[in-house]
């Protein structure tokens, strides 16, 4: 099969300039700038005109649910929200029933995402104080990385031991990716707002109760053992402004630093003062806190100090997100809206097309040494996304792709849409249509690279 795009505006390493790409089978056969596409009897050609044609955009935070809580989401329906949001490939996180932390559990999951994924996927291997032994049997070709609860978050995945901590940076094989949080701090704060305001305290306090300091306090110990033994670290979902003063800064064109940070949508979007008007649908850990903190992140997206945008793409049902700090479930689903949202900063001024492209494409790929995605170039998998700015529209909950059926972004105004997906060459995503036999390929690490 071969594919023409032609006449894009072609986001990809860097630069933005006019072009077409071409696509052989599952693979990118050439990026030409005009006048240099070869003239050959194409099995499809699309009018890209007016469009931006960018490389799959890779989240590599998300929790699909399955297996075990398959009634808020589950790997078919969360990836085809991907695939509708231009999200090519996914890397899910361990806090499933059962946890990802035995070799069994993770070999189960790639089999269910083998059968059902649309998109292209990988799971990480979650550490518990007492399964480091396991990590020399991890195929590094297969798993992203280890990923760390360094404080209290869904999954009861607490890694508190002191020996254990110093164990798992000093013997991580693979990228560490820390959930930090202080978890004394936490329930200090918690003891202190259910005596104020009893057992359910009003979700505006989310914030104060998961507190910066919880954040900077765990953020700061993360930093200092990857210093200390060498290893790897990326802190997953920097919520705030302190946090970015501990990471070391990505300079383009040089190799991923020891210490990355991660920004996700809601971070980017979200403060508190949501809390009084979308209430427990923004509610989610570490919390969304103040717009000095959400102003840092942003301005953060250009200067280095974070290195890749993702979502956390956390669904509940609906009836899950009602009540307080304590009984409204933490986390939104965000995968389908990602890249739209996204564009949206690039229209308000945050940061520009490559600099998006960098963040949600290149820099996953090069951080976790993904085998030819994240870039448009010759013989790459063609996971490649065409997106148009047009009209306003209103986003409603009837848009929505994920089993949850809801999002806190609906009454958004966006002016981007995903026009086409291709996943390994498939069209899964034409417009309005989508390709329900699609399925993507499972994702390889750390293989040697054109």
């Known amino acids: 099969m071969l594919t023409l795009l032609h006449d894009a505006d072609i986001v990809n390493e860097g630069r933005m300039f006019k072009g077409d790409l071409v696509i052989l089978d599952d693979c990118i056969e050439g990026i030409y700038e005009h006048g240099d596409t070869p003239r050959l009897n194409y099995d499809a050609s699309i009018d890209a005109s007016g469009c931006v044609v960018m490389p799959g955009v890779i989240d590599t935070h998300v929790h699909f649910r399955e297996p075990g809580l398959t009634h808020k989401a589950d790997i078919e329906s969360e990836s085809r929200a991907a695939a509708w949001g231009g999200v090519t ?10 946890q990802t932390t035995s070799l069994e559990a993770l070999a189960d999951k790639f089999d269910r995402a083998r059968r059902t994924s649309h998109v292209n996927y990988s799971f990480f291997f979650g550490a518990t104080n007492d399964n480091i032994d ?43 990716v820390a959930h930090c949080e202080d978890t004394e701090e ?5 003891r202190e707002a259910v005596e104020a305001y009893g057992d359910d305290p009003p979700v505006a306090l989310h914030p104060k109760i998961r507190s910066a300091e919880a954040c900077i306090m765990s953020t700061t110990l993360a930093t200092k053992l990857a210093r200390a033994c060498g290893a790897r670290l990326h802190v997953a979902h920097v919520s705030t402004r302190d946090e970015l003063q501990l990471l070391d800064r990505w300079s ?18 979200f403060t508190d003062k949501d809390y009084a008007t979308r209430g427990a649908l923004v509610k989610c850990n570490p919390a969304v806190k103040t717009a000095e903190d959400r102003d840092a992140l942003r301005k953060a997206l250009t200067t280095g100090g974070i290195s890749t945008v993702a979502t956390d793409h956390a669904p509940h049902r609906r009836d899950e997100k009602e ?16 890249l739209i949202a996204m564009l949206r900063l690039v229209d308000e001024g945050c940061l520009g097309l490559p600099t998006l492209v960098s ?24 996971d490649v996304v065409v997106v148009r700015k047009g009209r306003p529209w209103t986003l409603s909950n009837a848009d929505v792709q994920s089993k949850c059926q809801w999002t806190p972004l609906a009454g958004d105004v966006f002016a981007w849409r995903v026009e086409h997906v291709f996943c390994n060459g498939h069209h899964v995503v034409c417009h309005d249509r989508f390709d329900p036999e699609s399925r993507g390929e499972e994702v390889r690490f750390r293989m040697t690279m054109p």
Do not use: W
Request: positive net charge; aromatic residues 8%.
């Open 186 to 190: 936490i329930n200090r704060r918690m």
């Open 359 to 382: 963040l949600m494409c290149h820099h996953p790929a090069t951080l976790f040494d993904i085998h030819k995605r994240g870039y448009l170039r010759k013989g790459f998998k063609a």
């Open 252 to 269: 383009e064109g040089e190799p991923p630093p020891l210490i990355t940070g991660e920004a996700v949508v809601p971070h980017l979007v």
């Open 134 to 176: 396991l990590f020399p049997l991890l195929d590094k070709h297969k798993v992203p990385g280890i990923k760390l609860f360094m404080g209290s978050s869904t999954g009861n995945m607490l890694v508190d031991k002191v020996e254990a901590l110093q164990r798992i940076f000093r013997e991580a094989p693979l990228p560490i």
């Open 89 to 98: 490939t996914f890397f899910d996180m361990p806090n499933t029933v059962p």
């Open 323 to 338: 009540g307080g700090c304590r009984k409204a479930a933490s986390g939104m689903p965000m995968v389908q809206f990602s």
